[in-house]
């Protein structure tokens, strides 16, 4: 029991090591979005229910070198500025799955049909899934909780900014909106999720891989069985997913692993949740599965039409060593988390008991 918990441990600090930076680099850029995105800006483009907007969300959140943890607060900032369910939901899964550090991975890694197929499936999963959730009733959310919660004045609970203030006065708002109440707001579910992570990557044995890609018609739903609770970012997934084509698993069962593992992990599942409500979080699962599955029988088709195999291009990825940088960010997001709390337990005496 007492090595379980130290692996458990271990394996918890590793993911969250790992994911730091890049949910550093997605609080500064839900600040940047705060301070530098008009709010109206916001509303007029992806704040209606229409395809266009959710279309714009997908193609704006491609580029963007945000992991899975890292764009959650990106698109919950977008959420609390006026996007729509189905836009911000779009942005939330098409973001991770892609961006042009990824991309470039992609290229490097695995084949030029895998780095044009890559955005191009990340695009239609989040599309669609913005679609979707667009049909959807409206449902009660934490967002209407927060906005009808507080009673206090504006001095306590206002987070808006002014819209005269100059540049420089409206990114340190923004800053201090992201480490602030943003960060109080996601932290805990975030560190819940990093510890399911770290609970199923203990339990699932180094050769449960091996033993289960020998049949390649069972590897489409086995990745995405296992990608869909695990934290994977996109650029730290390609490396792996260049490992298991290495040892015989196919190019569509890669592909639902870059998919679904960004896109599905548990502290993205358990946000999506609160911030857009239960029905949506179905749809949202639902939707990245069946996208994961369909695009992945669809690139194993045409690997074998054009008699083209990814093996060949495949070239083995270096190992990687911890960085004293990846555990100084990670130092830092845990004092900011425990700042957060702290701030609002103080705050909460202005707002009333």
Known sequence: MILFMQKLALETWHIFTAAAPY????????????????????????????????????????????????????????????????????????????????????????????????????????????????????????????????????????????????????????????????????????????LIAGLVTTLIPDGFFEMLFEHQSASLLVMLLVSIPLYMCASASTPIAAALVLKGLSPGAALVFLLAGPATNAATLTVVARFWGKQATVVYLAVISGCSLVLGWLVNEFYAWAGLDISQWVAPSEGQTANVWNTLAAVILLVLILRAFWLSRQSSDCCGD
């Open 23 to 194: 949910v550093i680099f997605g609080f500064l850029a839900a600040g940047l979005i705060k301070a530098i995105i008009p709010e109206d800006a916001v509303a007029r483009h992806l704040g209606d229910r229409s395809t266009a907007a959710v279309v714009k969300a997908s193609l704006f959140g491609i580029p963007l070198p945000l992991c899975s943890c890292g764009v959650i607060p990106a698109a919950i900032s977008l959420r609390k500025q006026g996007a729509g369910r189905g836009p911000s939901a779009a942005f939330l899964v098409s973001t991770p799955e892609s961006g042009v550090d990824s991309i470039a991975i992609t290229w490097a890694l695995l084949d030029p049909v895998m780095t044009v197929v890559r955005p191009i499936a990340a695009f239609i999963t989040g599309t669609l899934t913005g679609i979707l959730i667009n049909l959807l009733p409206e449902e009660k959310t934490e967002l209407d909780v927060e906005s009808n919660a507080c009673g206090c004045p504006d001095a306590c609970c206002d987070t808006e900014l002014p819209t005269k203030a100059s540049l420089g006065k409206r990114m340190a708002t923004g800053v201090h909106y992201a480490f602030g109440e943003l960060l109080k707001d996601i932290g805990g579910w975030l560190l819940l999720g990093v």
